[in-house]
């Protein structure tokens, strides 16, 4: 049985004004589906998105259009849009795409980080673990994705961010309902801990492995939910 957050909260929040209101659309939508808030089969209705975001159905019927090149939602003539039955082997592909990067990542920010760089690497590991044993499952998402964008940025190559910029939406919503798993949070700092210590060992094989592992690992195991 999915779990039902209140969808005005759900896709009124965190909306920027820099964003074109496609953008938002796109990017709240997929949002819905990467969480499982929407499930394949589900009816996605013009109107009623367009209230709960407060903006017209344009961008909605736009986004329905951007979403279905990327395999997110099919629109059946007369009848409407809906997610696609798909939509988890787009995700995963995504994901797959994002596992490589990321264990590159991990294999540069072996080789380029200073101990200065470690130290604080080494701090939010250490802040992730209070939260995990404060069971603080929304500050952990926050931390988490914070730990990631440490690596990306101590990567120190301008590509592989503005990849990785492209998905961030995604994949924050991804890492969310990853973390509403118990099994999950305490897997998920296991890894996340020998990362850092691959990383401070100056191991780029070591660190690159880990990372693509723990995030194909989460992959498999979200979408398992999905089927459930």
């Not at 999950?184 to 020998?194: N, R």
């Amino acid at each position: 049985m999915k779990k039902q957050p209140h969808a005005q909260d759900f896709f009124s929040s965190g909306i920027e004004s820099v964003k074109s209101l496609r953008e938002i659309a796109v990017e709240k939508i997929k949002e819905a589906i990467v969480s499982g808030y929407f499930l394949p089969g589900d009816h996605l209705k013009e109107r009623e998105l367009s209230q709960l975001m407060g903006i017209s159905t344009t961008p909605i019927k736009e986004a329905f259009r951007i979403l279905g090149n990327e395999g997110f939602v099919k629109t059946v003539a007369r009848k409407g849009t809906y997610v696609s039955e798909y939509a988890n082997t787009s995700i995963e592909e995504i994901l797959l795409l994002r596992a490589s990067i990321e264990g590159l990542c991990c294999r540069l920010a072996a080789m380029k980080m200073s101990e200065s760089d470690l130290e604080l690497l080494e701090k939010q590991v250490e802040k992730m673990q209070l939260l995990k044993e404060e069971n603080n499952t929304e500050a952990l998402v926050e931390q988490n994705s914070a730990f990631h964008e440490m690596i990306v940025q101590h990567a120190e190559n301008a590509m592989i961010k503005n990849i990785l910029d492209n998905v961030k939406a995604f994949d924050h919503a991804f890492r969310k309902r990853a973390l509403s798993f118990n099994k999950e949070v305490i897997e998920g700092y296991v890894e996340h801990e020998a990362i850092f210590e691959a990383i401070k060992n100056r191991d780029p094989d070591q660190a690159e492995q880990l990372m693509k592992q723990h995030i194909l690992r989460t992959t498999e195991f979200i979408l398992s939910t999905q089927k459930d």
